[in-house]
C-alpha cells in the first residue's frame, strides 16, 4: 500500500514538473514568429478579409500565460470606403496559469488600446460587417445541437469560481464609427475609456467609463457587484452616475435580480434639474415644437423608484418638475403583449399656454375641394393597440390655464378594456360655477364611437368667453345640461353622425353690441318722450333660454326664448353643421310690461320677425314682412302707448300713431 502512495506520488510529481517543464522550455525552443504568417493566412481565409500582425507578437506560458501583439488589422472587403474593419493599436493580457485548474483566476493584467471599428453600409447596400459565408461541406460537418433536457437551469452555475483578483483592466482610445454611403450618414463613438478597480469576487466592482458621441461626452462611472453575490446569487448592487453631453446628470441605484433565471430590478433614480433646450441645441436637434414662451422647457427634473422584470414594471414615487409645475405620479405598466396600465397623477399647478405654439397671425387659407378631398382620403387610424390595452387611472390638477382660460379642481377617472374607454367623472371649477362631464370612447370597430355628457351650473359666461375667445358679447350664469354621440374620427362624418338634445339657460345677463330693449326707448326718442344714452349698447335680460336637439348634424331650436323688461324674443329654426347653413327665424316683440323672469303670461306687443339665413361664415338677416304685416298691430297699440306715457309724461307730446308706427317699422328694417 506504502509503494503504490508512493509511485502515485512520483508519477503526480513527475508529471508536473513534465508539464511546467514544458510551459518554460516550449516559448524559449519554439519561435512564434515564425507561426505568423500561417496565423494571418488561416484568419484570412476564415474571414475573407486581408489580416496581418506586427513582429512584436508574443506567447508565454508559465508562470504567467501572456499574450501580446501591436498593430492588428482585419481589411474590409472590396467596395468600401475604410480600408480596415477592425485595427487594434495594442493588446497585452496575463493570467496565472496553474490556479486556473483550481477555479482560481488571477489576472495581472489585460490592456486594450485603441480598437477602432468601422461599420460601413456601401451604396448597393451591402454591410462591411458580414463574413464570408460557410460552404454546404462545411454546414454538412457541423454538429447537431444537443436537445434540451426540460426543466430550470442556472447558467451561472457554470462560472463556479473559487477566487478571482484582476491587477489592471483597461480598455483605452477605442472607438467605433458608422457610415452609410447610401444616406450619407456619418456617426462616431470615440475616446472610449474603460478601467476597472479592485476586482474581485467579494469586494464591488469600481468602474469608469468614458466616450464622445460625435464630439460630445458621455461617462458612467460607480461601483456594481460584488461578482461573488452576482454568480452564487444572481443579484447585482448597482451605485451608478451617468452624465451626458455635459448637459444630464443621472444617478441610478439599487439592484438585479435573479440574472441568470428571471431577470428583474428594483432601482431608485434620479435625473438631476436639467433644460431640454440647451440639451438640444447642444446634440444639433432644434426643439419639436414652437412654444409661445421661449422661457419654458428650461427647467426639468425626474425622481423615481422603479421596479420590473420584461414583462412588468411599476413607478412609484415618481416626482417630475417642468418649469413652475410639480406632478406626483405612480405607473403600473403588465403583460407588454396586452397592456395593462394603472396611472395616478397628481398635478398642482400649469399653464399650457406657455407651451402651445404662439397665435398665427396669418388667416387660415380657405380649403380648396380638392384639399377637402385629398384629407377625406387620408389614412385611416388603426385602433387595434387600444383594444388591447387595459386602462385604469386618475388624474387631479390643483389649477390649469388653457386658450387663457383658468380652471381648477380638475378631477379625472378613465376606464377602459376590451376598445371601451369610459371617462367617469370629468369635474372642475371655473368662473364662479362647475362642470362635471362623462363620456365614452368604443374603437371596437374601424369608426370609433363616442358619447358624452356635460351639466355646467352657474359658469359666469362673460369671464370665459373674454379669456378664451377675447369676446365680449354675452354675459350671465350658465345652467347646462348636454347628451352629444357621435361616430367617426374626422370632421366630416362626426358632423354628419352628430346626434344629441341639450339645454342652455343663462341667468341675469345681456347680450353685448345689440339693444334690442333701447329699440323701444329710440322709440320714445322719436316721441319726443326721452333723450338719447350715450352708453355702449347692450340688451340685458333676467333668462335666456335655448333648448335644442341634434340630428344627423342638423341643430333645431324650437323655442329658445329672452325674457327682459319691455322685451320678449322668440327664435326658432335650424343650423346645418354639415352645410354650415342657417335657417332661422326670430320674433322679437316689445310688451307692456316691465318685468321679467317670472312673468309666465303672454302678453300682447309689437313683434318685427326677423329672418336669419345664409352661412355660418356670411349670415344674412331680412325682416319677414309678410309674417309682419299679418299681425294684428291695432290690438298692441293702447298698451304699448300706455306703457311709453308712464311717468308723467302728456299726450301733448304724441306724433301721430300712424306716423309712429311708420318710423318703428323703418327702423327694424334698416
Not at 458612467?220 to 448597482?238: C, D, F, I, R
Amino acid at each position: 500500500m506504502n509503494k503504490a502512495l508512493k509511485w502515485s506520488l512520483i508519477i503526480s510529481g513527475g508529471l508536473i514538473v513534465t508539464v511546467v517543464a514544458a510551459l518554460l522550455l516550449i516559448p524559449k525552443f519554439v519561435n512564434i514568429q515564425h507561426y505568423k504568417p500561417q496565423i494571418e493566412q488561416h484568419v484570412a481565409k476564415a474571414t475573407g478579409r486581408t489580416f496581418t500582425l506586427s513582429d512584436d507578437f508574443r506567447l508565454t506560458l508559465f508562470p504567467w500565460a501572456s499574450l501580446s501583439f501591436s498593430d492588428l488589422h482585419l481589411g474590409s472587403l472590396q467596395g468600401f470606403e475604410e480600408k480596415n474593419f477592425v485595427t487594434i493599436e495594442s493588446f497585452d493580457v496575463r493570467v496565472k496559469l496553474l490556479p486556473l485548474l483550481f477555479k482560481d483566476v488571477q489576472v495581472k493584467r489585460f490592456l486594450l488600446k485603441g480598437l477602432r471599428v468601422v461599420l460601413e453600409t456601401s451604396k448597393d447596400g451591402r454591410v462591411s460587417w458580414k463574413f464570408k459565408a460557410k460552404t454546404s461541406g462545411e454546414v454538412s460537418q457541423k454538429t447537431p445541437p444537443e436537445t434540451k433536457k426540460p426543466g430550470k437551469s442556472n447558467p451561472m452555475e457554470k462560472f463556479d469560481l473559487k477566487a478571482m483578483a484582476v491587477g489592471e483592466f483597461s480598455f483605452t482610445d477605442g472607438s467605433i464609427l458608422w457610415l452609410d454611403q447610401a444616406k450619407k450618414e456619418r456617426r462616431e463613438v470615440s475616446d472610449v475609456n474603460l478601467l476597472f478597480k479592485d476586482i474581485s469576487l467579494d469586494r464591488p466592482v469600481h468602474l469608469n467609463f468614458s466616450a464622445r458621441l460625435d464630439k460630445l461626452p458621455f461617462s458612467l462611472e460607480g461601483t456594481v457587484g460584488s461578482l461573488e453575490e452576482a454568480l452564487s446569487k444572481g443579484t447585482l448592487q448597482l451605485d451608478l452616475s451617468a452624465k451626458l453631453f455635459g448637459q444630464l446628470d443621472l444617478n441610478l441605484k439599487g439592484k438585479l435580480n435573479q440574472i441568470a433565471s428571471h431577470p428583474n430590478f428594483d432601482l431608485s433614480l434620479q435625473l438631476s434639474s436639467f433644460s431640454p433646450r440647451k440639451l438640444l441645441a447642444t446634440v444639433g436637434k432644434p426643439l419639436p415644437l414652437t412654444t409661445s414662451d421661449p422661457k419654458v422647457l428650461n427647467l426639468v427634473s425626474l425622481l423615481a423608484s422603479v421596479k420590473g422584470d420584461s414583462q412588468n414594471v411599476s413607478i412609484a414615487d415618481g416626482v417630475i418638475n417642468i418649469d413652475d409645475s410639480k406632478m406626483n405620479f405612480s405607473v403600473k405598466a403588465n403583460n407588454f403583449s396586452k397592456p395593462d396600465i394603472m396611472f395616478n397623477i397628481n398635478l398642482d399647478d400649469i399653464d399650457l399656454d406657455r407651451y402651445l405654439p404662439p397665435p398665427s397671425e396669418e388667416k387660415p387659407a380657405e380649403k380648396s375641394p380638392k384639399a377637402k378631398a385629398s384629407k377625406s382620403k387620408s389614412k385611416k387610424t388603426d385602433y387595434s393597440p387600444l383594444r388591447r390595452l387595459v386602462l385604469d387611472g386618475s388624474a387631479r390638477i390643483g389649477r390649469l390655464k388653457i386658450k387663457k382660460a383658468t380652471i381648477k379642481n380638475v378631477d379625472l377617472k378613465i376606464k377602459g378594456k376590451n376598445g371601451i374607454f369610459h371617462l367617469d367623472p370629468l369635474t372642475m371649477t371655473l368662473y364662479q360655477g362647475s362642470i362635471g362631464s362623462k363620456g365614452s370612447l368604443n374603437v371596437q370597430k374601424n369608426v370609433p364611437k363616442t358619447a358624452f355628457k356635460l351639466n355646467a351650473n352657474g359658469v359666469q359666461t362673460g369671464p370665459l368667453l373674454n379669456d378664451v375667445l377675447q369676446k365680449d358679447f354675452l354675459e350671465g350664469a350658465l345652467q347646462a345640461q348636454v347628451n352629444l354621440n357621435m361616430k367617426g374620427d374626422d370632421p366630416g362624418l362626426i358632423k354628419k353622425t352628430l346626434n344629441g338634445q341639450g339645454n342652455l339657460r343663462f341667468k341675469d345677463g345681456a347680450i353685448k353690441g345689440v339693444d334690442l330693449a333701447g329699440m323701444v326707448r329710440n322709440v320714445q326718442v322719436a316721441f319726443g318722450l326721452a333723450e338719447k344714452g350715450q352708453e355702449k349698447p347692450r340688451t340685458d335680460f333676467s333668462e335666456l333660454h335655448a333648448p335644442f336637439t341634434i340630428k344627423r348634424g342638423r341643430v333645431n331650436t324650437p323655442n329658445t326664448t329672452l325674457t327682459s323688461p319691455l322685451l320678449r324674443i322668440l327664435a326658432k329654426g335650424d343650423a346645418d353643421l354639415v352645410q354650415e347653413s342657417l335657417d332661422f327665424r326670430v320674433e322679437p316683440k316689445f310688451v307692456a310690461t316691465t318685468k321679467g323672469q317670472g312673468d309666465t303670461k303672454t302678453r300682447t306687443g309689437i313683434t318685427v320677425p326677423v329672418l336669419v339665413t345664409g352661412s355660418f361664415s356670411a349670415p344674412k338677416f331680412r325682416p319677414d314682412l309678410e309674417g309682419m304685416l299679418q299681425q294684428e298691430i291695432e290690438k298692441s297699440l293702447p298698451d304699448l302707448k300706455k306703457n311709453l306715457l308712464e311717468g308723467g309724461t302728456t299726450k301733448e307730446g304724441l306724433k301721430p300713431v300712424e306716423k309712429q308706427v311708420k318710423d318703428l317699422f323703418k327702423g327694424f328694417g334698416q
